[in-house]
Structures are given as C-alpha cells and as structure tokens.
T-cell receptor, first 112, second 114 residues
C-alpha cells in the first residue's frame, strides 16, 4: 500500500520570494513515480512536476524544483520567485502501478 | 481545452434520482479514472479502467456504478445517493497501466445531493 503525507495544511509567501512545500511518502515498491499537482480555484488539476524514483537528479521545471530524498522518502517542492498565479492548493502524489495516491494537500497563498 | 472533458459541470439531484456523469478524453489514452474530492479530505481513487477493463474498485458503494464503453469514454452512474456523496468528482486519463505516465484531469463535476 502507498501513503502520501503533507503536514502543512496552509502556507503563505510574499510575491517574488521562495517557498518550500513538504511531502513524505511510503511505498513497498522499488519502482515508483512522484508528482506535484496544482489545483487553483478553478479546480482544474494541473501537473507541476514529475520525478522518477530511479533517477537521482532532482526534477526542475522553470521556477519549480524538487528535493527528492529517496532514503528519507521525502519529496519537497520549491517554488522560486513566487507569483500571484501560484496561489492554489498543491497536492503531492505517488504512483507505483499507474494509480495516483494523493496527499491531503497544502493551500498556498501568495501575497502581493 | 483540457483534453479531458466532463459533463455536466454541476449537478443537483435528489436521493431517489438516477443520473450519470460523463467523461471523454481526446488524448488517445487507454487508462481512465474516477476520483472523489470532498471538503477537507484527500482525493479518493474510486475506479480505474485500463483498455476498457476495470482494474480497481476502491471499496466504492454500489450506488456508484462505472461504465467504460471504450477507451475514450467513462461514465459514473449514480442512484439513491446520500447527502454525504456531495463532492467534486474528477475524471482523469493516462496512457495505460501499469506505468508512471502522467495522469491528466478534467475540470470536475460538482455533485450536490439534496
């Protein structure tokens, strides 16, 4: 069984600053994938970034990057130069067989 | 356009009604999913289909009945629902199972049971 835990229900950050969202997971699978999804007020779930567990290099997508610590089963998301449009709920998710299992989500508020 | 289209976007139904949610994906994918998102709860995986075959039923009550007539369409038939079934129902698709392919979501169907 897989579990994903996000321990920060809410966070805020000033525009242009950097924020890190935490996520831990547990799985018995040796091969798995980790994701961060963003859900803005429109409720559309949008992929932010994807990490393959067998790759040691941390994934990066523009202002978004992850800190993947496999031994600690940690997968945090760093958002640099935060923008107002980053305001959303962020979900960490894990997939070993193609089924995404989500964490509880972190609501991020970017303040002007 | 998201590639995954859900209709209706909003649905209000009585507990004795029968209704259906529809999902269509235009991405050429072979796996489709139903998720339930309730307030203050993580997204819950309900059903998974891979090449039209159901591969997962996550202990969902029988008042929810999925149907996948082909790889592009997925339905969720609803009957004799309870008020606690009110939630956002998200449809999603991916290339196929098992894999770590990205899952793409629709915009959701808001269901209110009165």
């Amino acid at each position: 069984a897989q579990t994903v835990t996000q321990s920060q229900p809410e966070m805020s950050v000033q525009e242009a600053e950097t924020v890190t969202l935490s996520c831990t997971y547990d799985t018995s699978e040796s091969n798995y994938y980790l994701f961060w999804y963003k859900q803005p007020p429109s409720r559309q779930m949008i992929l932010v970034i994807r990490q393959e567990a067998y790759k040691q290099q941390n994934a990066t997508e523009n202002r978004f990057s992850v800190n993947f610590q496999k031994a600690a089963k940690s997968f945090s998301l760093k958002i640099s130069d935060s923008q107002l449009g980053d305001t959303a709920m962020y979900f960490c998710a894990a997939s070993a067989t193609g089924k995404l299992i989500f964490g509880q989500g972190t609501t991020l508020q970017v303040k002007p | 356009e998201t590639g995954v289209t859900q209709t209706p976007r909003h649905l209000v139904m009585g507990m004795t009604n029968k209704k259906s949610l529809k999902c269509e994906q235009h991405l050429g994918h072979n796996a489709m999913y139903w998720y339930k998102q309730s307030a203050k709860k993580p997204l819950e995986l309900m059903f998974v289909y891979n090449f039209k075959e159901q591969t997962e039923n996550n202990s969902v009550p029988s008042r929810f009945s999925p149907e996948c007539p082909n790889s592009s369409h997925l339905f969720l038939h609803l009957h004799t629902l309870q008020p606690e079934d009110s939630a956002l129902y998200l449809c999603a698709s991916s290339q196929e199972l098992p894999s770590g392919n990205t899952i793409y979501f629709g915009e959701g169907s808001w269901l209110t049971v009165v």
